[in-house]
Structure formats: structure tokens, C-alpha cells
């Protein structure tokens, strides 16, 4: 029965791969097409960057990337499910599952602050390759012990392997993506990257959570995501100058894009360790609750290539706006349809997809407004405020599930999609504010 579930993780993930190459070839066709077999490291030093035309290692490199990451975005999603219903098996409170899903995105908030200057100094994919390697130990360490509060000392330093892996490949890819396909290449990483969001809570249905099944999972899994690297090619940043602000700063220079990290890390880290535990007291049935997680992930997954696509050819703010709009009225309606499964099932696609939108969005316009070490101190401030975000999240989510079982949780969903919808559409949010 391993064997087989085994199996099947490496077909999904070869699946990923191949997928993303794929589809990288197809954009290709529609730009100048040049046979070069120049390394990305060269093109960054003739500064042909974003602006140049696609390149046979461009695709792989960036086919390479977004597989690796999206690989590592199956594990992130076993995991953060499979700790919280091992904890509400165990009887433990709400806020202490929401406390330890927080755990991870402290490590990201750390861990951002030093990212930017280690990328200066080392090459990028020699940093993904370390934290793919950490990343496997870790998952080995969490399946050994069942002490709480070694899970929480190895969740945190898990955050910190992942801030790497993120800004790392956030920022390589933006810089060397074309500008007129921009908006779909960051399209399709968040749509593999959203649909490894909807794999994980569906392995986990498959796998249970009674054994060990999992967490070598898990292992499996990181391995075949460090396998597309060795197609990828060298990477720094396109400028290695201090940036003229730093990763708190940020908050300052471009508050738009901050909160957009925050909300939406908010959003995925209170729904995803707790609306398995919502659909539980709700009446669902552990399949049917860790399913909720799967339809919302999947419009997470679909609905980025369109919105992608409407952000190259549209005006950024508008499909910010409407992807903003979108999350909030899902807030207001998914608590309302949960008697019905269908009705719920499309909800959830729609809320996720375009809140995920949310996020797609802003790295288009950071693509747009900063480039080289500003722009790899914009992902790391990403980190940041997403850390934030995701911290924040799961511990109020907790709470107020505590305080107003088990409807808290929407009602929290509802305050911050709807706080930043206002924030959406103030003009003057998109503009950078200089440092005084």
C-alpha cells in the first residue's frame, strides 16, 4: 500500500513538471524566439534580464523553478492539515493548533531579514538546494518525536528553510520573466503552486492519519523537489547595490503590496489549519471537511493562469480590485452554504481562486516597480509581511472559533477581505511613497 501511494506522489509530481515546461514553451511561441544556450548568470551580467526574449534555458530554468517550488507547496499543505487533526485528535484546544500552524511563518518573518543578504553573497540555486536538503531532515525529525513541543521548535525552524525557498525563486523568476508574458509565468507558478495547495489536503484524505504514511510522504516528496534544479542555471540578482529601503520599510515605500501579503497569508494559514476543525463541528465528516480545503485550493489553481493573463493586458489595479471584491462577497456567503456540499464546493472555489488573485497581482506590480537587490529586499519583505500575516492568522481564526464556535472563523474572514478591499481602491496606494 506504501508503494503505491508513493507512486502516486512521483506521478503527480513528474505531472508538475512536466506541465510547467510545457506550458512555458507555449508562451514562448509567441515572442521572438532566439536559440541561444547563453546562461541566465551572462544574460544578468549584459543586464538582459526581464527585458529580453525567451531562450531555450530561460524556459527550463523557469520550468525548473516553478516545479521545484510547487513540489515543496504539496508537502507545506500535508502538513499544516495533518498536524491540526493530529492535535484535535489528541483533544488539544483550538488556539494551541492555531498557535503551533503560527510557528512556521515566525521563521519566515526572521528568516526574511537575512535572505537579501545571503542571496548578495551565494548563488541561488546552491540556497535551494540547502533548503531542500534541510527541509527533509526536518520532516524526518517532525515524524519521530510526538512531543508538542518539539513539533513547534521544528515548525519554526521550517519557516525559516521556506523564506529561503520562496524569495529565492520569487525573485529569479520575476527578473528573468518577459514583461509582455510576465502576468501568465507568474500565473502558472501560483497556479501549480495553488494546485499543490489542493493535492496535499487530497493525499491526506487518502493517506489518513493514523500512521506514519504522511510523513515519509513528505520525505518522498522534498527529494523529487530538489530533481528540477539540476536543469535549472545559475542565479544573483541583476544588482547587487543596497537598496535604497529596507524590509520594514517596505511598509512605507509600497503599503498596497505589505497588506496584500498580510491578508492573504491570513487568509491561507487561519483557513487551512482550521476550516478542517470548522467543517468537523459543523457536521461534516473527516473526508468532507479536509475536501473543503481541496475545492477552495483547486480554484486557487485555476483561476490564476486567467487572472494572469488579465493582468498583461489590463490595468493591474482594476484586476486587483475585482479580485478583492470577489474575496469578500465569498467571505459573506461560504459560512451560509455549508448545509449544502455542492453550493459549498463552488463557493470555496471562487473565494480562494480570486483571493489568491490577490497575491498574483502584487507580484506583477512588484515586477513592475523594483529590480535587482530591490527587488529581492520587495520578496523578502513579501516574507515579512506574509509571516506576519500567516502568524496573526491562525492564532485570531483560533480564538475566535473559541470565542464564537465555530463561526468566529467567518466572521474574521469577512473583517479582513473586506479591510482591504477599502485600501484597494484608494489610488494613491499605487504609488511608491518615497523614504523621508
Known sequence: MLVIKLQANFTICEFLTVWAYEYLTWVRSFSCWEGSQTSMTDEMNNGQTSDSPWTRQRVLTLGALISCLSIYGITISLFTPLLSLILEG??????????????????????????????????????????????????????????????????????????????????????????????????????????????????????????????????????????PLFFADRYRPSSVEEPSFGVLSFLKVAPLLAVACFVVAFKDLATTSLMPVYGLRVGLDESAATLMLFFGALGGALLQLPIGWAADYFDARKVLVTCALVAFLGALVWPLVVASKILLWITLFLWWGFFAGVYTVTMIIAGQWFKGAELATAMAAFGVYWGFGAFVGPLVGGLSMDLWDPYGLALVMVLVAGGFLMMSLRKAYYRLKPIT
Not at 124 to 144: D, S
Not at 152 to 167: A, D, E, S, Y
Not at 180 to 204: D, K
Open 90 to 227: 489528541r483533544g488539544v484546544s483550538t488556539t494551541i493548533i492555531g498557535a503551533l500552524a503560527m510557528t512556521a511563518p515566525v521563521g519566515v518573518m526572521i528568516g526574511s531579514f537575512v535572505v537579501p543578504k545571503i542571496m548578495r553573497g551565494l548563488e541561488g540555486r546552491n540556497l535551494l538546494a540547502a533548503g531542500v536538503v534541510i527541509e527533509i531532515a526536518l520532516i524526518y525529525a517532525l515524524m519521530t518525536t510526538e512531543s508538542l513541543v518539539a513539533w513547534f521548535i521544528i515548525r519554526f525552524l521550517m519557516g525559516l528553510t521556506g523564506v529561503v525557498l520562496f524569495v529565492v525563486t520569487e525573485t529569479w523568476m520575476i527578473e528573468i520573466a518577459p514583461k509582455p508574458h510576465r502576468g501568465r509565468v507568474m500565473g502558472l507558478y501560483n497556479t501549480t503552486l495553488a494546485l499543490s495547495f489542493a493535492i496535499g489536503p487530497l493525499m491526506l484524505s487518502y493517506t489518513g492519519i493514523s500512521d506514519l504514511t504522511p510523513f515519509v510522504a513528505g520525505i518522498v516528496l522534498m527529494a523529487l523537489a530538489g530533481l
